[in-house]
């Protein structure tokens, strides 16, 4: 079964960077889609970014297409969100999750691997 950890959260300003990685275990083969998600307080947990690991073709939610990007190292199992021009309401746990298919998918039902989380915060 997949693991994986999270790193890279902390504390940042408005329209600054950052950058979040989610370090992959146990994967028996590249037919596996990762995902990064974002659970603010009181919300329900959202997709934010997903990656195929069979073609590299990836998705982002509407509300970070064009400041985040997603990519992977299969080198160091890990895969990465740069986020740029953060906002305040980019503030949330940051999970990263994984599932077999190969297709990038962005519903977190359709995740079966979880991470724990990592905090990002936002300064205004």
């Known amino acids: 079964e997949a693991q994986l950890v999270e790193s890279g959260g902390g504390l940042v300003q408005a329209g600054g960077s950052l950058r979040l990685s989610c370090a992959a275990s146990?994967?028996?083969?590249?037919?596996?889609?990762i995902g990064w998600f974002r659970q603010a307080p009181g919300r329900e947990r959202e997709g934010v970014s997903s990656?195929?690991?069979?073609?590299?073709?990836?998705r982002y939610a509407s509300t970070v297409l064009g400041r985040f990007t997603i990519s992977t190292d299969r080198a160091k199992n890990t895969v990465y969100l740069q986020m740029n021009n953060v906002k305040p309401e980019d503030t949330a746990v940051y999970y990263c999750?994984?599932?077999?298919?190969?297709?990038?998918?962005?519903?977190?039902?359709?995740?079966?691997?979880w991470g724990r989380g990592t905090q990002v915060t936002v300064s205004s």
């Open positions: 999750a994984a599932t077999r298919a190969t297709l990038a998918l962005l519903a977190p039902t359709q995740f079966r691997s």
């Open positions: 146990g994967f028996t083969s590249d037919d596996y889609t």
């Open positions: 990656i195929s690991l069979r073609d590299r073709s990836t």
